[in-house]
């Protein structure tokens, strides 16, 4: 056998060639939500990292910790029931995990910024798109309420809002989703954050919005050298604008690589039901959900969490969680599937 | 926004119409012969056909309600029978002292409730949500009478800190001063329903306001705390807990009846008390119409703030 | 390529297995739990500790109070005048005297024969009338159900405690004044909370079913709607019999419910007034009772509702 073993521990800094040091970087993060009926362990010992103008999509259902995860590098993560019980965020190289309330409120929104899976609700419906554009401004900037206006009209203008003098009047009910998405986007880059989080951009919105939101996502990735860890649950988003791939399964990371990689060559049985299920434009076939259910946080699987469900399945995947490991005959740097099944034939 | 008021406006015209029946009907509740029982044990037969003759018994019952109606209108709910004077001029006074008593009472509710109630959301689960739940459940079950009874006997007979009963002290000067230190044993007891429910409110409204998206977007946003919670969360918590004020501030009217008559407030719920306990009915209606009166325009008011504060409605 | 099933050891294998049936007998036993809503009301109550120690306080009270006769240490009336205003735990007298030395335990128990029912069969009532006006309302909404909310409306424009006293107040008092001014005020609000679950209720698609199949309106009112409103019905119902045993006894202690010698513990409380400064138990006695039966009646209530609707906490 040819495997190495990479017990998921040591750091991953396996960034593409060239690439400078990760701008963000997530080492064993675990976040466990501590609740009546037991323990959940919403996020079990994940890493993976992000460099300078990188987008790394985090991928998988529903349930499966990637929200969780998001939070987490937030430092929002809500606090009881749940709490980060290990691991390490380093922005930049400094650690936001155990960081002071205040020094981590500095950051959130200037460093760090997050737009929100649906647009409806991720903006507050009492005020107008001004006061919510110019209070993140003035938060983190030294600014009078001037300068501040006239740089949310500015960045308004660089989402491609139509007539922004107007909009910046408008409350919230007054804007259509797209729209709306679009401010929530301007309010995350009025202070030109180093990383961008984006959970589930474009699930709320029409088809057509969805490709000129993450068109403008990406374009304003180019233009600013912004790191982006996109969330969500649709390949057809990951083939448009990810770089690089994290699978996560009940708060676990089941297979990583580069989009081409994972799109491609998936190796994780989970990958590939996920990447068969998913409706493709154009294309005769069935569609195929994956059979069973979501893992039941409340009575986790002794072994490989996706064994119930998987096709490939054998009594050996239930005796113990499998290594997250490099995978034989890929060369690709940081290329990682979770499965002791890897070398059988797909 | 304007359309809104006048919508809302016209629609209490009817449920007025709807009290002044209602209220001119308690006449009718009064058991056995009614002019009589006004009377009491001692009537004659010529005192009982002038009080026939004054509130118009012999006339049939929309006859009556139409002469009683319009004699409101104009200003006029009648002659007091046991205190012999118009009904008006009893009221409006009595009416002013319990306005003192519950608006200090609902001052207490709300710099109290709604405070508790916010942080209590916030911090939920932590010691301050537990007591102000806990003291929200006890103060919803606290008989008001008994509770007056023991901040007298703690207050005002041991510990000699706050008069008895009164509003001024008979040899004060009636001022300000003796005026708050009368308030402060009734207007508490008073306080503790629309505390305990203005707590409750608060805390419920805000519980499922903090855990919407905008709040987290907000604290995405890198607000400190105090901005998300008294900025963006009480905003948007706040119509409920204003309705449910207007609605409290209309139970007040009514709901200081017990700490008046423990107190001897001389406030409209004690006058009322003692009107129904000498079956004076001309009194009692008017009372009762005075207070509904003021009920519906408290709710209307709270009702027109609440579409205010909501910018789609303002804006239509 | 070889099987890869060649590459794990026999004990990893038996190892799995067994992890496996041990994993699936748990799931099987998790998924069959959920069956019938009462047995999952149950459940829920049976962990809210306070709620049930509530229900299980209200019980031994309704049962003290019922064989107070027999539980009582002295007759309702029995006095020993040389022990008047004695405070609590005098010996045989555990609460003491009231100011005609009659023993204030006794009193209570006999006294609860009056607070509880004054209340409780006004709610019961006021309840049935209101589930009927508001199922009406809130499936004819057009029409009579429009009528019945205007009307009750007009209801809604008085103080609840002011309406109940002039009501039982211009009856005169007594027993029977107390309870009808009670089912009075309280159907407007009981009559609501039907008439909004209702209409809810109607909207959903299994009522939508059933009337596309051909369903009497008679037929989809009881059998579809009304099992689906109780629930909240239940709920206000039972937070608002505390309310009432305290506003009753509010009514006794104003001197316009039940008249002495039959004593409630408005009664009771009034009977203490002005003895307040040297006897307080006289008056704090009956009114503690009251505040817990309230209390308790609120916590079965909170816990009704978050039992049977976690979302619906209010």
């Known amino acids: 056998m040819t495997l190495v073993e990479d017990r998921g521990t040591a750091p991953s800094p396996a960034l593409r060639s060239g690439s400078a040091a990760p701008l963000l970087e997530v080492r064993n993060l675990s976040t466990h939500f501590f609740t009546d009926r037991g323990v959940v362990k919403a996020v079990d010992d994940v890493s993976f990292s992000v460099a300078p103008g990188e987008v790394v999509a985090v991928v998988g259902e529903s349930g499966s910790g990637k929200s969780v995860t998001s939070m987490s590098i937030m430092g929002l993560v809500p606090n009881p029931p749940g709490r980060i019980v290990g691991g390490q965020i380093l922005l930049q190289g400094r650690d936001l995990v155990g960081l002071p309330r205040k020094a981590m409120q500095d950051i959130r929104g200037d460093r760090i910024a997050m737009i929100f899976q649906d647009p409806m609700t991720s903006l507050d419906p009492v005020f107008t798109v001004e006061d919510q554009m110019v209070e993140t401004l003035r938060r983190h900037r030294d600014l009078s309420r001037g300068e501040a206006r006239d740089i949310a009209l500015e960045t308004l203008d660089k989402v491609h809002v139509p007539d922004p003098p107007r909009r910046l009047k408008a409350y919230p009910f007054e804007l259509s989703g797209g729209l709306r998405q679009r401010v929530m986007i301007a309010i995350a880059l009025s202070c030109q954050p180093a990383l961008l989080i984006a959970d589930e951009p474009t699930t709320a919105l029409d088809v057509t919005v969805q490709a000129q939101i993450l068109q403008l996502l990406t374009e304003l990735q180019r233009d600013n050298g912004m790191g982006i860890v996109l969330i969500t649950h649709d390949f057809g988003v990951v083939a448009q604008c990810a770089d690089r791939v994290v699978v996560m399964y009940a708060g676990r990371v089941m297979e990583t690589g580069s989009r081409e990689a994972v799109l491609q060559r998936p190796r994780h049985p989970y990958t590939q039901a996920l990447l068969r299920s998913r409706p493709r434009l154009g294309e005769r076939g069935r569609l195929t959900a994956i059979p069973g259910i979501p893992p039941d946080l409340a009575n986790p699987l002794p072994g490989c969490p996706f064994a119930n469900r998987c096709a490939e399945t054998v009594d050996a995947c239930w005796a113990g969680l499998p290594a997250l490991q490099s995978v034989a005959g890929d060369a690709e740097p940081g290329r990682r599937v979770r499965c002791i099944r890897r070398e059988s034939p797909t | 926004m304007a359309n809104y008021v006048v919508k809302r406006l016209l629609a209490v015209v009817p449920i007025l119409f709807g009290v002044s029946i209602v209220i001119f009907l308690f006449l009718q509740l009064v058991p056995g012969d009614v002019a009589a029982t006004l009377l009491g044990p001692r009537a004659t037969a010529e005192s009982i056909a002038a009080i026939r003759a004054e509130l118009g018994l012999d006339k049939p019952l929309h006859e009556q309600y139409v002469q009683w109606l319009f004699a409101i209108l104009q200003g006029d709910m009648g002659r007091s029978i046991i205190l012999q004077v118009p009904v008006v001029d009893i009221v409006v006074p009595k009416f002013f002292n319990t306005l003192i008593l519950a608006a200090a009472s609902l001052l207490i509710a709300i710099v109290v409730g709604v405070p508790v109630g916010v942080l209590s959301a916030v911090h939920q689960y932590s010691w301050l949500d537990r007591i102000g739940t806990v003291g929200a459940v006890l103060g919803a079950a606290t008989p008001t009478f008994w509770l007056a009874l023991v901040l007298m006997y703690v207050f005002a007979l041991n510990l000699g800190w706050f008069p008895t009963s009164g509003m001024y002290d008979l040899r004060g000067d009636g001022g300000l001063l003796d005026l708050l230190h009368h308030l402060v044993l009734p207007s508490i007891a008073t306080a503790a329903i629309p505390l305990a429910v203005i707590t409750r409110l608060a805390r419920s409204s805000t519980l499922e306001v903090i855990r919407s998206d905008y709040i987290t977007a907000v604290r995405a946003k890198g607000m400190s705390e105090r901005v998300v919670v008294w900025r963006h969360a009480l905003r948007n918590a706040l119509p409920p807990i204003i309705s449910i004020t207007g609605l409290q501030a209309g139970f007040l009217l009514g709901g200081t009846l017990f700490t008046e008559v423990i107190f001897t407030w001389p406030g409209i719920g004690l006058q009322l008390y003692e009107a129904i306990l000498g079956r004076d009915v001309p009194l009692v209606q008017g009372a009762m119409l005075f207070i509904a009166f003021f009920f519906v325009l408290l709710n209307l008011v709270a009702d027109i703030i609440v579409a205010y504060l909501n910018p789609k409605l303002r804006a239509r | ?314």
């Open chain 3, 1 to 314: 390529m070889t099987d890869a099933m060649q590459d794990f050891s026999r004990a990893e294998l038996e190892a799995g297995r067994a992890a496996r049936e041990a994993w699936e007998a748990r799931a099987k036993r998790d998924a069959r739990k959920p069956e019938s809503s009462l047995r999952l009301l149950w459940t829920a109550l049976k962990r809210d500790k306070l709620a049930m120690a509530s229900a299980v306080f209200l019980l031994l009270v309704a049962l003290a109070t019922i064989f107070a006769p027999w539980l009582a240490p002295y007759g309702p009336n029995e006095a020993n005048p040389s022990l008047r205003l004695e405070p609590p735990l005098t010996e045989g007298h555990l609460l003491g005297l009231d100011g005609q030395g009659r023993d204030i335990l006794t009193r209570l128990l006999y006294g609860g024969r009056v607070s509880l029912p004054i209340a409780l069969i006004p709610v019961a009532i006021a309840t049935f009338i209101s589930v009927i006006l508001g199922l009406i309302a809130g499936f004819y909404r057009k029409g009579v159900g429009e009528v019945i909310m205007r009307v009750l409306d007009i209801f809604y424009a008085f103080p609840t405690v002011m309406l109940a006293i002039a009501i039982a107040g211009i009856l005169g008092p007594g027993m029977m004044n107390v309870m009808l001014s009670i089912v009075i005020v309280l159907i407007p609000y009981i009559t609501r909370v039907v008439y909004t679950a209702t209409m809810v209720v109607s909207e959903e698609d299994f009522v939508q079913a059933a009337r596309a199949c051909g369903a009497s309106d008679t037929r989809i009112i009881f059998s579809e709607v009304l099992p689906n409103v109780m629930s909240p019905v239940i709920v206000y119902g039972t937070t608002t019999m505390g309310l009432q045993v305290v506003f009753a006894a509010g009514l006794s202690f104003l001197g316009l419910g039940v008249q002495p010698p039959i004593a409630d513990w408005g009664i009771m409380t009034a009977s203490g007034r002005d003895v307040l400064s040297v006897a307080p138990h006289v008056s704090t006695i009956p009114g503690i009772v009251l505040l817990l039966v309230a209390l308790a009646f609120n916590l079965v209530g909170d816990g009704l509702r978050d039992a049977l609707d976690p979302r619906l906490r209010l």
